[in-house]
């Protein structure tokens, strides 16, 4: 996990990059504030390396000449074009029923968005520092937005592993409803052969991955579905449509899709 990164800014915003340092200083991040003339695309193409920025919108992550931020208010019309009848992860996930759910696979935020929206109760789990204050930040742009606010009200973050939340869960008796899973390295199809990926990935799934790099440490999956199971009425994991099941459990229900499913495993035990 990165422990040490380089930061950006512009004198401009030298103050609130201290704010940033500072944070991610207190979760164990080691951050290299370097003060620079002009932050643009072409200062980007030449400074490679996986790095944060800061400018009047905030937190970025870049690398490669691209910089990333998850960002929510950029969602907004989706969320109004989906409904719970329009949208699989809202049958998948039962949220007609305004369910209390863990998404315990954050990622940048936008399953748990969409979500929140259509009436969940959104415990968001990450456990990267990076990628936790991204979030973090993106939530507090998005609380000021009239559209999201309310929406935001319902997504609660939380900065913490998730297998170790999941764990605390269960020795603590609590019991959601749903926990949702959709691990970021779905690794082999049903035939054993690896999955192909877009040609052309997302420029923020590409520094996505950069910041978690797939070296199995951040390849959550089957130890997640085995905990959840424990805390969950239902849990709901999202794969590409012809990826293996996790830990090799076959799902009580699937939804499939033109690219993913839904499976959904039952814990009869937990419904009152």
């Known amino acids: 996990m990165v422990s040490e990164i380089r930061l950006f800014v512009e004198q401009e915003f030298h103050q609130k990059a201290q704010q940033y340092s500072a944070v991610l200083s207190s979760r164990g991040v080691k951050v290299n504030l ?4 002009k932050l643009n695309a072409r200062f980007l193409r030449f400074h490679p390396d996986l790095a944060l920025c ?6 970025w992550l870049c690398a490669n000449g691209m910089k990333m931020q998850p960002d929510w208010k950029a969602e907004v019309p989706r969320l109004k074009r989906s409904s719970l009848k329009s949208e699989m992860i809202a049958r998948a996930c039962n949220l007609g029923e305004k369910p209390s759910l863990i998404d315990a696979t954050a990622g940048l935020g936008h399953d748990s968005l969409l979500m929140a929206h259509l009436g969940a109760d959104v415990s968001l789990v990450e456990r990267h520092p990076i990628l936790f204050t991204l979030l973090e930040d993106t939530k507090n ?10 929406v935001i009200a319902r997504i609660h973050l939380v900065f913490s592993d998730s297998a170790d939340y999941l764990i605390q869960q269960a020795e603590q008796n609590k019991i959601v409803d749903v926990v949702y899973l959709d691990p970021m390295f779905p690794q082999r199809d049903q035939n054993q052969q690896a999955i192909k990926k877009q040609a052309q990935v997302k420029k923020q799934m590409q520094l996505l991955h950069m910041l978690l790099p797939e070296d199995g440490e951040m390849d959550l999956g089957d130890n997640l579905l085995i905990l959840a199971q424990k ?5 709901v994991v999202k794969r590409p449509r012809l990826a293996v099941y996790l830990a090799d459990q076959q799902p009580n229900h699937q939804w499939q899709g033109d690219a993913c499913r839904f499976d959904a495993y039952f814990q009869q035990h937990l419904v009152e």
Do not use: M, Q, W, Y
């Open 141 to 150: 742009h998005a609380e000021t937005d009239p559209f999201l606010s309310s």
């Open 231 to 235: 805390v969950a009425k239902r849990v």
């Open 54 to 59: 800061v400018d009047e919108s905030g937190l």
């Open 34 to 37: 370097e003060i620079i003339e």
